[in-house]
Nanobody, 116 residues
Framework: QVQLVESGGGLVQPGGSLRLSCAAS????????MDWYRQAPGKQRELVAT????????NYADSVKGRFTISRDNAKNAVYLQMNSLKPEDTAVFYC?????????WGQGTQVTVSS
């Protein structure tokens, strides 16, 4: 059974940084694209960043380009999201996501709050 477990969220001041981690199990991690999504209160869940199986290709939402960096460590079955220059509008629950065959899998989410 595929499991994704996020960690690293918290409260940070505007301009600060956080690093989110997602630990995967129950899958051959190294062959699947991984994503980070987020959902702010009252808004739809949105794709934040994507990384290819080998880590060479990444894509970002326009709103986070230049501030967020997605990476992965296939030896550790983990994907990360380094978030710098955080803004209040980045406040959301962040989710790790992947698609294995025809099924989608989500983590439980980790709360990121950007506030002074």
């Amino acid at each position: 059974q595929v499991q994704l477990v996020e960690s690293g969220g918290g409260l940070v001041q505007p301009g600060g940084s956080l690093r989110l981690s997602c630990a995967a199990s129950g899958m051959i991690f190294s062959i699947y694209t991984m994503d980070w999504y987020r959902q702010a209160p009252g808004k739809q869940r949105e794709l934040v960043a994507t990384i290819s199986s080998g880590g060479r290709n990444t894509n970002y939402a326009d709103s986070v380009k230049g501030r967020f960096t997605i990476s992965r460590d296939n030896a550790k079955n983990a994907v990360y999201l380094q978030m710098n220059s955080l803004k209040p509008e980045d406040t959301a629950v962040f989710y790790c996501h992947t698609r294995v065959a025809t099924r989608e899998y989500w983590g439980q989410g980790t709360q990121v709050t950007v506030s002074s």
